[in-house]
């Protein structure tokens, strides 16, 4: 269901937001060519826009589970114990099953379990207002650890820098600021002149459609790449830094994130550009040792194939679509998270991070 469409101010740009006792999602789909909002009205209606990627990237998934829930609770408040017991079970399982690979989905949806498991005792119409406040909590701490995140990361930005990014981490892909862009953001308050180099990020296009929307709107210089044009890019010398987010980080360091990360990383190593990734401490797995055991996603060969209704390949050609690839940690040169930048990640290091 289409909402109002707000005029634009990128700064304060809402990727999610509660209204009127409903989730409304930016349609990130249809970005940048049209800016509005979809309702989500129940859990299946927010597991839904996760998976269509009516709204995408690791914390922004994460935040809109943890609505989906509370969404839900508020459907069945006036049910009986057993009735809101029974659908809150269902929501976390249609939310689990959205999309693999971004941890902060389970995070998110375990938090809310957590919650729920101790309001046994309380009625169900009081867990549903505090399951709506706690989602609308994740939301206000994601934006301000992207904040805090922003700052750790500008430090290692220098005046003038030209930025390589990969994908769209920015306010659209989390409750607000962004990851890598959120640095990026950062270092511009800070004073800096930096400029970007977005990675257009075949196929599904996230570097050109919404980190190019991103920029502009916020009046960050930012040159639209295509994947291919990384490493001449960088043999010319036009490459200071790369800064990208991530999906799922393993315990060792080993990244998930966007498919052509992995490419840059190498590129970067092999022009001695640093690499950075910035993730909160919830795109951290502990329960994964390194990036061999992280899910990849596979996506509809139709993605590949064409692009909203062109089709440029012929019929009967095989496809491959891993929405994900795995940079090894030793191509990272610091985890920027909202704890500080640890340099040349490792599983001490990274345990460290957790205070074990
Ligand atoms: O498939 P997407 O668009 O959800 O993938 C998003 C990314 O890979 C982002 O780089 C990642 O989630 C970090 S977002 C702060």
Same mark, same amino acid.
């Given at each position: 269901m289409q909402v109002e469409s707000p005029k634009v101010e990128s700064t304060n740009v809402e990727t999610l937001r509660w209204r009127e006792g409903r989730l409304e999602l930016i349609?990130?789909?249809?970005?940048p060519l049209e800016f509005d909002y979809v309702a989500c009205a129940d859990a299946v209606q927010t597991a839904a826009a996760i998976r269509d990627m009516v709204v995408r990237g690791a914390p922004a998934i994460g935040c809109t589970a943890a609505y989906g829930v509370a969404v839900e609770a508020q459907r069945h408040a006036t049910s009986s114990r057993a009735q809101f017991d029974a659908a809150l079970e269902a929501s976390f399982k249609v939310l689990a099953a959205s999309?693999?690979?971004?941890?902060n989905l389970f995070w998110a949806i375990a938090r809310m379990r957590e919650f729920h498991a101790q309001m046994r005792s309380v009625s169900p119409q009081a867990e549903a207002e505090a399951l709506l406040a706690l989602a609308k909590q994740m939301h206000a701490d994601d934006i301000e650890i992207n904040r805090t995140m922003g700052r750790h990361g500008a430090a290692? *930005? $220098? +005046?003038g820098a030209r930025i390589m990014t990969h994908c769209n981490a920015g306010a659209l892909a989390t409750a607000?600021?962004?990851?890598a862009l959120g640095v990026i953001r950062s270092a511009r308050d800070a004073g800096k002149r930096v400029s970007v180099i977005a990675n257009?990020?075949?196929?599904?296009l996230q570097g050109a459609r919404l980190t190019a929307w991103e920029m502009v709107q916020e009046k960050i210089p930012v040159t639209l790449a295509t994947d291919n044009m990384a490493g001449h890019l960088m043999q010319q010398g036009r490459v200071d830094v790369v800064v990208v987010g991530a999906d799922r980080i393993a315990a060792n360091g080993d990244t998930a994130n966007k498919i052509g990360t992995y490419t840059v990383a190498v590129l970067a190593e092999r022009h001695r550009i640093p690499f950075y990734i910035a993730a909160p401490l919830?795109?951290?797995?502990?329960? *994964? $040792? +390194?990036?061999?055991g992280i899910p990849i996603e596979e996506r509809d060969a139709a993605e590949v194939t064409g692009f909203r209704g062109v089709r440029w390949a012929p019929e009967g050609v095989n496809v491959v679509n891993p929405a994900f690839d795995v940079t090894p940690a030793?191509?990272?040169?610091g985890l920027i998270t909202e704890k500080g930048v640890i340099e040349r990640p490792d599983t001490a290091k990274i345990r460290a991070l957790f205070g074990s």
């Open positions: 349609d990130q789909r249809r970005l999309r693999p690979t971004a941890v290692l *930005i $220098a +005046d607000g600021h962004g990851t257009e990020t075949r196929p599904y919830s795109t951290i797995d502990l329960a *994964i $040792a +390194d990036g061999s030793a191509l990272i040169t």
